[in-house]
């Protein structure tokens, strides 16, 4: 099982981006898929999670700021940001539950 994780990029405060996690693995559909991030000198931290049904959870720094979804047909977890903020500004990764499978992770820098 591989994790391909994309999106990642340099975006003004206010600005929003997408990140992708694509999976290969049929066990994709049953398991819970997460988004983490870890900024300079901080201990990596779940952002958000969805599950197999699709319920979902975020922390509350980014509770109605960032949507995460996720496409069982592709294999693909989804993270919405949007209303960016500086403090936001990580390394990004998408990892599956109950697994060692980690995407190789994507920089996110939000900066003016």
């Known amino acids: 099982v591989q994790l391909q994780a994309s999106g990642g990029g340099l975006v003004q405060p206010g600005g929003s981006l997408r990140l992708s996690c694509k999976v290969s693995?049929?066990?994709?559909?049953?398991?819970?898929m997460g988004w983490y991030r870890q900024a300079p000198g901080k201990q990596r931290e779940l952002v958000a999670s969805?599950?197999?049904?699709?319920?979902?959870n975020y922390s509350d720094s980014v509770k109605g700021r960032f949507t995460i979804s996720r496409d069982n047909v592709r294999r693909t977890v989804y993270l919405q940001m949007n209303s960016l903020k500086p403090e936001d500004t990580a390394v990004y990764y998408c990892?599956?539950?109950?697994?060692?499978?980690w995407g190789q992770g994507t920089q996110v820098t939000v900066s003016s």
């Open positions: 990892a599956m539950h109950n697994t060692n499978y």
């Open positions: 969805i599950t197999s049904s699709h319920a979902t």
């Open positions: 693995g049929s066990i994709f559909r049953y398991n819970t």
